[in-house]
């Protein structure tokens, strides 16, 4: 599994070689605007603004999410506009493992972003205040969000994946990529208003925890879905 898992993770990594000019420009700006712009425009009224940190790691949250949601939008639709899905399904390669390599690819990329957003704006806040963090609460909220969004965009990525995979119209696939987006966050919300849980890093800790097992989910629904005729014609 692992061989074909990486068969197909080199295949992307010559596919980003191929446009890297223009991922890198679109990597340099995303972290430009969540490493640099927001948390000097943040630090900037820090006087007025005691929760500048939390919403520094919001920023960086967003664009990840963003960023996630963009890669992985169209996610098979290479195979299926070049009408190399048949053929990709037909060869030694598990079909699992083209979502698996797909997943870890995206994955990889999401990953390279929040960490070096997370890291440029806590250098950015170190310089401006002699301190990465105000407070040990501000670093584990930090860290909270971190795990939060590598559990977010896990599932938007592996949504994404599916959605490509059963839906032929790309428009209407990323509408309910979209919508996908907001499941984990309903049904936490409604878990935590059921439980009488706070707003705040327990919810967040419930969001997140059904991020991932939803993506887990997402993994068996993608072997269903390379068993289905629809997907092979």
């Avoid at 440029?120 to 584990?140: A, H, Q």
Wanted: glycine fraction near 6%.
């Amino acid at each position: 599994m692992w061989t074909d898992t990486s068969v197909v993770f080199w295949r992307h990594y010559r596919a980003f070689a191929d446009s890297m000019k223009l991922q890198v420009a679109t990597f340099a700006v995303l972290v430009t605007i969540g490493g640099l712009a927001v948390p000097l425009v943040l630090l900037s009224g820090v006087s007025q603004l005691a929760s500048f940190s939390n919403l520094i790691d919001l920023a960086n949250f967003l664009i990840c999410v963003f960023f996630a949601g963009i890669i992985s939008s169209e996610s098979f639709y290479a195979e299926r506009v070049h009408h190399t899905l048949p053929a990709v399904l037909a060869s030694p390669l598990r079909p699992v493992c083209l979502f698996i390599g797909k997943w870890t690819w995206f994955m990889l990329a999401t990953c390279v972003v929040l960490f070096a957003v997370t890291l440029l704006s806590r250098v950015v806040v170190l310089m401006y205040m002699n301190s990465s963090w105000s407070t040990s609460e501000d670093y584990w909220f930090t860290v909270m969000m971190f795990a939060f969004t590598l559990g977010s965009t896990s599932w938007i990525i592996a949504a994404n994946s599916v959605l490509s995979l059963v839906i032929r119209d790309p428009k209407a696939a990323q509408m309910m990529g979209s919508l996908a987006t907001l499941v984990p966050f309903i049904l936490g919300l409604v878990i935590v208003r059921f439980a009488g849980m706070k707003l705040g890093l327990p919810a967040m800790g419930v969001v997140g925890g059904i991020c991932v097992g939803l993506a887990v989910l997402s993994f068996f629904a993608a072997i269903q879905a390379f068993r289905s005729e629809f997907v092979r014609l």
